[in-house]
T-cell receptor, first 114, second 112 residues
Framework: KAGVTQTPRYLIKTRGQQVTLSCSPI?????VSWYQQTPGQGLQFLFE???????NKGNFPGRFSGRQFSNSRSEMNVSTLELGDSALYLC?????????????FGPGTRLTVT | GDSVTQMEGPVTLSEEAFLTINCTYT??????LFWYVQYPGEGLQLLLK?????DKGSNKGFEATYRKETTSFHLEKGSVQVSDSAVYFC???????????FGRGTSLIVHP
């Protein structure tokens, strides 16, 4: 089975711009979660989508949003980028309760905001 | 709220040494517990998991036992290799309506 894929792998944006990141989960996985990873804050949960519905949300401002499509692929969008948004953004997919909510992560998108 | 506490790193060991990385958690009920590993430049990989008390998860020589009485899930390996150098994350999840909770990660450096 193919793993979780994320595109693009690297991105450089300017403050004030917006960005869209994409995630394709493992086939058959209906849950997709997004995380922000930085050296200072560690791994922080952004949101989770399950069957096209946002199921859980972390403590991030409304500039961070996401969606999931009927084929389980997911996108996250960050509007009005700030320097502090520079981070590795990780996507993870999961089957759910049947596998104890174990997650499979993609390689991440490295976003640099200048 | 839920929380996971890991020992701070880096943990520096010589090859073939015994490894323990401590992990304790705070959560009500019986969450599923996980260890993930992140190699440089990569995403996290599931290393092992345990879904109920006294379960032992194991993979690639690593083991961890779900201890409800001490709310712990310590990671152990009998003989580490240089290739085990990575950052290790302990995590928990109570269920689909709850967000996953990760520890801050523990960096492991293994010298030849």
């Amino acid at each position: 089975k193919a793993g979780v894929t994320q595109t693009p792998r690297y991105l450089i944006k300017t403050r004030g711009q917006q960005v869209t990141l994409s995630c394709s989960p493992i086939s058959g996985h209906r849950s997709v979660s997004w995380y922000q990873q930085t050296p200072g804050q560690g791994l922080q949960f952004l949101f989770e989508y399950f069957s096209e519905t946002q199921r859980n949300k972390g403590n991030f401002p409304g500039r961070f949003s996401g969606r999931q499509f009927s084929n389980s692929r997911s996108e996250m969008n960050v509007s009005t980028l700030e320097l502090g948004d520079s981070a590795l953004y990780l996507c993870a997919s999961s089957i759910g309760r049947d596998r104890g909510y174990e997650q499979y992560f993609g390689p991440g998108t490295r976003l640099t905001v200048t | 709220g839920d929380s996971v506490t890991q020992m701070e790193g880096p943990v520096t060991l010589s090859e073939e040494a015994f490894l323990t990385i401590n992990c304790t958690y705070t959560a009500t009920g019986y969450p599923s517990l996980f260890w993930y590993v992140q190699y440089p430049g990569e995403g996290l990989q599931l290393l092992l998991k345990a879904t109920k008390a006294d379960d032992k998860g194991s993979n690639k020589g690593f083991e961890a036992t779900y201890r409800k009485e001490t709310t712990s899930f310590h990671l152990e390996k009998g003989s580490v290799q240089v290739s085990d150098s990575a950052v290790y994350f302990c995590a928990l999840r109570r269920g689909g309506s709850y967000i996953p909770t990760f520890g801050r990660g523990t960096s492991l450096i293994v010298h030849p």
